[in-house]
């Protein structure tokens, strides 16, 4: 469709297509020719490193015309709606719209409150997180050359991920093995559609790959946040070298960052030659433009 909001509902052929445009831009493939000057507003209301600087560069490398709102001096401080606002952008002349926000599904509430330009969605609270899984799958591909019959392992917490929702519907279809490791307080019992629980000594055996996920401190209520021992998480499910000697050979571990060093992994495993942390946030600004240059051709402004 004209935006990007979700994977989900996208077929298998849809996906191999959007890896297979990210791995050729990984590869130095220039970007066909836009047929307008499309101009891009980034909109981060929660923070961001990775996510939007990578958008940023993506944007640039397609040649788009770039407007990053410095939302902490905006009139969203003076209690402007999130509609209202991307109206506000929309008015003034932008055609796509990236965005970030606490709310989950904030796209269906502006649309129905009639937002009309594209939208791509860089993170909706807990709900999904559509690019972030397209880094994750051509980091993937890099790696094993194939999605089919891999294991995943994904530990920490499963029930605030947005990152967990979104890979693991995707992965799933794409004939992934997973399982799913953590704090029993944090199991999501809607991930028994996608896969099992597993202890983690058990699980890290079978992993191809050992995604961890970062605690997320802000997303706790105050009962899970008074109950949260840090010294329990890490004795129990942190990835450190015991653990890391279980794995198989050709295992690497993921993380879609920021890391809290030593706490979901040691931190000397993240630089470590099993990591490939860091190649997942060079792989956002591929898959990125993979995403927008999809969003761009579905709305006629790049020749396809
Ligand atoms: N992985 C991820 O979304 O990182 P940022 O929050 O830094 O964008």
Same mark, same amino acid.
């Given at each position: 469709?004209?935006d @990007?909001?979700?994977?989900? %509902? ?8 959007l /890896? ?8 130095g ?10 101009? /891009?507003?980034?909109? #981060?209301?929660? %923070?961001s490193?990775?996510?939007? *600087?990578? #958008?940023?560069?993506?944007?640039h ?22 509609s209202? *606002? ?12 990236v ?7 904030w796209?269906? *509430? ?20 559509p690019?972030?899984?397209?880094l ?7 790696e ?5 019959g ?8 499963l029930s605030?991920?947005?990152?967990? %929702?979104? $890979? ?11 399982? #799913?490791?953590?704090p ?10 996608y ?10 055996? +079978?992993?191809?790959?050992v995604? @961890? ?6 997303r ?9 021992s840090? +010294? ?16 198989? $050979? ?21 630089d470590?030659?099993?990591?490939r ?15 927008? *240059?999809?969003?761009?051709?579905? %709305? ?5």
């Amino acid at each position: 469709g004209k935006d @990007c909001l979700d994977l989900s %509902n996208l077929d298998k052929q849809e996906i191999f297509e959007l /890896v297979a445009l990210a791995e050729s831009y990984e590869k130095g493939q220039k970007p066909k020719a836009l047929k307008k000057d499309v101009k /891009v507003a980034n909109l #981060f209301f929660e %923070n961001s490193t990775r996510t939007v *600087t990578s #958008f940023q560069m993506a944007e640039h490398n397609l040649g788009l015309s770039r407007f990053d709102l410095n939302l902490a001096a905006s009139s969203v401080k003076k209690g402007e709606t999130l509609s209202d *606002t991307l109206k506000t952008v929309e008015s003034i002349g932008m055609d796509i719209a990236v965005v970030r926000h606490s709310e989950d599904a904030w796209f269906n *509430t502006v649309k129905q409150e009639g937002v009309k330009l594209a939208l791509v969605n860089a993170g909706d609270g807990a709900g999904v997180h559509p690019s972030q899984t397209m880094l994750d799958l051509l980091t993937i591909k890099q790696e094993f050359g194939k999605f089919d019959g891999l294991n995943v392992l994904m530990v920490g917490d499963l029930s605030h991920s947005r990152v967990v %929702n979104s $890979d693991a519907h995707v992965f799933k279809k794409l004939g992934m093995g997973l399982t #799913f490791a953590g704090p029993k307080e944090w199991w999501n019992e809607d991930l028994n559609n996608y896969g099992r629980y597993v202890e983690l000594d058990e699980g890290i055996k +079978d992993a191809d790959v050992v995604m @961890c996920l970062r605690v997320q401190n802000e997303r706790l209520d105050d009962k899970e946040a008074s109950s949260f021992s840090v +010294d329990d998480y890490v004795s129990h499910y942190r990835v450190d070298e015991a653990r890391a000697k279980l794995m198989k $050979d050709s295992a690497i571990f993921m993380h879609p960052g920021p890391v809290n060093r030593g706490i979901e992994i040691e931190s000397k495993l993240v630089d470590g030659p099993r990591s490939r942390i860091f190649k997942q946030m060079k792989n956002g600004v591929f898959a990125r433009m993979a995403l927008l *240059t999809k969003v761009l051709q579905a %709305n006629d402004w790049m020749e396809d």
